[in-house]
C-alpha cells in the first residue's frame, strides 16, 4: 500500500494536474539537514522504482505498509532517519538487481559495529532526521485541440503553467512529526479563444488566471508512544497504489496502521474543507462531501499483496449533492517472476444516489506486463482491460451506473519512466459507463530513458447512459443513430531523467490523438431531415521538464 505525502490538491485555477509534481517531490525528504553527520544514503541517478509499474508487487522491505516520510523519501532509499545501508557480500546485492537496471553505480555501506570492551567507542549514526525539505520547479506546457471534435469552432489552446514547491518537516521529537509544503504557480495562457462558441450554441467566456500561493500540506503526526499506529491530523497528501481511489491533498484525520505483513489506512475528511490558496484574487474550490476511506493489504507472499478497500461518500450540499455512495473492492497484485506483474482489482458500489435511488453498480481493472529483458532495448508488452457499469434505465428504482471517487487521477507508469493517464491522454475517461481495452508497447534501451506507444479502444457500457470524459462533446445526440463505439486512441510517452548529463533534470513528453466513434457523429441539419457528419480528431498533449535545486 502506499500511503504518502507526495500528491499536491488541484488549485481552482489549474485544469491539468500531472503526477509528476509528485514524482519529483517523492525525493523530497531524502535531503536533509541538522544532522551534522556525512550522509550515508547515496543518491540514485534515476528514482529506483522506476520502471517498475505501481501495479507491481513492491520488495521485500515494503510488507506491512510504508510510512508518510519514507514514501516521500521512497525512490531515495531511506527513512526517518534509518539508512538504507545494506551489509554483506557484493553479490549478495547484485543478486536482487533486476536485469534492466544495469548498467547503473550502486554503493555499498557498513554500519559501524558496536565498540568491543576496552576499547574506545565508535561513532553512533543518528536514529532521527531532525529536519528535512526539498525544493523544486516543475513548469509544464498544454496544448489541446478540438476537444468539442469539431473543426469549425475554434477552441485551441496552449498553456504555460510554471510553478515552485517545497516541502519541509520537522521532527523535534521521535514521536512528533510535523510537514509543511508550499506551492506556487501561474498560468500563462500563449494561446487560447477568448469567446468558445459550445455545440449546444451557448457562448463561454475564458476564465481568467491568477496566481496560487497554495499551502498543499500542513500536517502533524504522532507516532512511536502511539504504535504500532500513527495518527496524523491536518492537510495532507494521499494516494492508494493505483491512483484510481485517492491521489490528492485532503484536510482530514487519519491512522495508518503497520503490522508484520498488514498495513492499513483510515481516514475522515474533506478534499478541502478550507480554501488554502493565500495568494490574492485566487480561491481554492471547497467542498462539502464528507470522505470515510478505509485501505488495507496484506503480504501473502514475497510475489502475490492482497488488498480490500471501503469508501462512504456523503454530498452534503444541497444543491449538487452527489448522493451517499459506498464502494468496497478488493484488489491483488502479483510477480510471478522478474519479467511479469499482472493486477486486478474488482469493486462494487451500494448506497443512494442523488434521488434516493438504490446504487447496485461494479467496476473492473485487469491488466498484465511482460518484459523481455533478454531482447535489445528491453521492450515490454502491457494488456489490460477495464470496465465501470453504467444504468440503461434511468426512470427505474435502481442506479447501476459506477461512480468513481473523483478523488483520484488514474496516473501511472506501465514498464517506463513517466507516469501518464492509463486510460487516454486525450479522452481521460472516468471509470464508469465504458469499456477500455489497452494494449502498450514500450522500449527502455537506456535506465534513464523509456518510450510508451499506448493504444485504447472504446465501448459505452450502456447507451442510455451518460458518459463522461475531458472532451466537451457527448454522445449519442442523434436518436436515429446510437452507437456504443466511442472511438480509439493513440498516446506516445517519452520519459528522460538526468536529462543532457544533468543531475536532477527530468523530462517528461505525452500526447494523444483521440478518433471518435459513431457514437459522436454530428447532425448538422434538423431532426426531421439530418445531415449526418462524422466528427473531427482532437489532440492533446503535455510537457514536462522538473528540476530538484535540493
Do not use: C
Not at 67 to 90: H, L, N, V, Y
Not at 403 to 419: M, V, Y
Not at 425 to 440: A, C, H, R, Y
Amino acid at each position: 500500500m502506499t500511503i504518502a505525502n507526495v500528491q499536491s490538491a488541484r488549485p481552482a485555477n489549474r485544469r491539468f494536474r500531472t503526477a509528476a509534481a509528485g514524482v519529483v517531490r517523492s525525493t523530497a525528504l531524502a535531503v536533509t539537514l541538522g544532522s551534522g553527520l556525512p550522509a550515508i544514503a547515496a543518491e540514485a541517478d534515476i528514482d529506483r522504482r522506476e520502471g517498475v509499474p505501481a501495479d507491481a508487487s513492491p520488495a521485500r522491505d515494503d510488507i506491512g505498509g510504508v510510512t508518510p516520510g519514507r514514501q516521500a523519501a521512497k525512490d531515495a532509499d531511506f527513512s526517518s532517519g534509518r539508512a538504507a545501508a545494506r551489509s554483506g557480500p557484493e553479490d549478495a546485492i547484485r543478486g536482487r538487481i533486476r536485469p534492466d537496471m544495469a548498467p547503473r553505480l550502486f554503493a555499498q555501506f557498513q554500519l559501524p559495529a558496536p565498540a568491543k570492551e576496552g576499547e574506545a567507542p565508535k561513532l553512533q549514526l543518528q536514529r532521527q532526521l531532525t529536519y528535512q525539505y526539498f525544493v523544486g520547479t516543475d513548469p509544464e506546457m498544454v496544448y489541446t485541440k478540438n476537444l468539442d471534435l469539431d473543426n469549425r469552432l475554434a477552441d485551441k489552446s496552449i498553456t504555460w503553467l510554471p510553478s515552485v514547491s517545497g516541502i519541509f518537516t520537522y521532527r523535534p521529537t521521535d514521536w512528533l512529526e510535523t510537514t509543511v509544503e508550499l506551492q506556487a504557480e501561474k498560468e500563462f495562457v500563449v494561446h487560447q479563444e477568448r469567446v468558445l462558441t459550445l455545440p449546444n450554441g451557448t457562448v463561454e467566456l475564458a476564465a481568467p488566471r491568477h496566481t496560487s500561493f497554495l499551502v498543499d500540506q500542513f500536517h502533524f503526526t504522532l507516532k512511536g508512544f502511539t504504535a504500532p499506529f500513527e495518527i496524523s491530523f491536518g492537510r495532507k497528501g494521499f494516494e492508494d497504489e493505483r491512483r484510481s481511489l485517492l491521489d490528492s491533498s485532503m484536510d482530514a484525520v487519519s491512522v495508518l496502521l503497520r503490522q508484520g505483513r498488514f498495513a492499513g489506512l483510515a481516514l475522515l475528511g474533506r478534499m478541502a474543507r478550507w480554501s488554502w490558496d493565500a495568494a490574492p484574487h485566487s480561491t481554492q474550490d471547497r467542498d462539502r462531501i464528507d470522505t470515510f476511506y478505509s485501505y488495507g493489504d496484506y503480504r501473502a507472499s514475497d510475489d502475490v499483496k492482497l488488498a480490500a478497500y471501503g469508501i462512504l461518500r456523503h454530498d452534503r450540499d444541497p444543491l449538487t449533492t452527489e448522493g451517499t455512495p459506498i464502494t468496497m473492492g478488493m484488489r491483488v497484485f502479483g510477480t510471478p517472476s522478474p519479467d511479469v506483474n499482472y493486477w486486478a482489482d474488482i469493486a462494487y458500489q451500494g448506497g443512494h444516489d442523488e434521488l434516493a435511488r438504490q446504487i447496485n453498480a461494479r467496476q473492473y481493472d485487469f491488466g498484465v506486463t511482460r518484459r523481455f529483458f533478454d531482447v535489445p532495448l528491453n521492450p515490454s508488452l502491457t494488456l489490460g482491460w477495464a470496465m465501470g457499469s453504467g444504468d440503461a434505465n434511468p426512470d427505474d428504482r435502481k442506479n447501476n451506473k459506477f461512480r468513481p471517487t473523483t478523488l483520484g487521477s488514474n496516473e501511472r507508469r506501465f514498464a517506463g519512466i513517466p507516469q501518464f493517464k492509463v486510460f487516454g491522454e486525450v479522452l481521460d475517461p472516468e471509470l464508469s459507463n465504458v469499456k477500455i481495452f489497452t494494449v502498450g508497447l514500450g522500449i527502455k534501451p537506456d535506465p534513464q530513458f523509456s518510450v510508451d506507444v499506448v493504444w485504447h479502444g472504446y465501448r459505452l457500457h450502456k447507451v442510455q447512459d451518460a458518459f463522461e470524459s475531458a472532451l466537451t462533446a457527448e454522445p449519442n445526440q442523434i436518436d436515429s443513430h446510437l452507437s456504443k463505439d466511442l472511438g480509439t486512441e493513440w498516446d506516445i510517452v517519452l520519459g528522460f531523467r538526468n536529462f543532457v548529463g544533468v543531475r536532477r533534470l527530468t523530462l517528461d513528453f505525452r500526447m494523444g490523438w483521440f478518433r471518435p466513434g459513431k457514437a459522436y457523429l454530428k447532425n448538422d441539419g434538423t431532426d426531421t431531415a439530418p445531415i449526418l457528419r462524422n466528427p473531427d480528431r482532437a489532440v492533446s498533449s503535455i510537457f514536462i521538464i522538473e528540476y530538484r535545486f535540493l
